[in-house]
């Protein structure tokens, strides 16, 4: 099985984004699966086009986007993507939509199609907090996962798709009293654990 594996960048200030270092701590091949990584923008629109255009080259069997989603005190597995863009705070370029469609006359959402609930009970079964989510937002995370599962429901690539989120590492609480993280060990073994499921 061939795995596409997505990351953000740092945004909003923070000086990393744990994504990003659990997509450099995977290795290339995991379980006997073709492990492809890439890097995401945190940037309305470049960002979408970006993991598009690596679907079409890739045509990978399963699609797995990483996010942080700060505050959240568990790694959360996405449920829905809906088509709107509104941000809270601007993307690394400076963008703040509000209330855009992410697809022009597109489908209200798109439900994920990887095995969601098999994965959080495998995290569960290693100790690792796992819930499902039923939002991924209105920022680039929600619209990375919109334009994946809009793309699959349009073309005749049989690829499945999630999102997983996680929470901050212990480093960017330090000046955030009583906000959730999670040491990136466990995120690391979420991630293995997640790509196990997707490809069992």
């Known amino acids: 099985m061939k795995i596409l594996v997505t990351a953000f960048d740092a945004f909003n200030k923070e000086p990393i984004n744990p994504s990003l270092m659990m997509l450099e701590a995977l290795p ?7 492990i492809v ?21 890739v045509e990978p069997d399963a699609v797995l986007c990483l996010g942080q989603a700060g505050g959240r005190a568990a790694i959360t597995l996405e449920r829905v993507a809906i088509n709107v863009n509104d941000a809270s705070i601007a993307d690394n370029a400076g ?23 098999a994965i959080v009970a495998a995290l569960r079964e290693a100790d690792i907090p796992a819930q499902i989510s039923n939002t991924a937002g209105t920022y680039v995370c929600n619209q990375v996962l919109y334009a994946v599962l809009h793309y699959l429901s349009e073309t005749d690539l049989p690829a499945r798709a999630t999102f997983m989120h996680v929470p901050y590492l212990p480093s960017q609480v330090l000046e955030k009293p009583g906000v959730a993280s999670m040491n990136l060990d466990d995120m690391n073994r979420a991630l293995e654990i997640a790509i196990r499921v997707i490809g069992s």
């Open 28 to 34: 290339d091949e995991l379980f006997g699966h073709e």
């Open 95 to 117: 963008k703040q939509p509000t209330d855009e469609p992410i697809v022009a006359d597109g489908p209200a959402a798109h439900f994920s199609t990887l095995p969601n609930k």
């Open 37 to 57: 990584k890439q890097v995401l923008p945190t940037v309305f629109g470049e960002s979408s086009a970006l993991v598009l255009q690596r679907l079409s080259e």
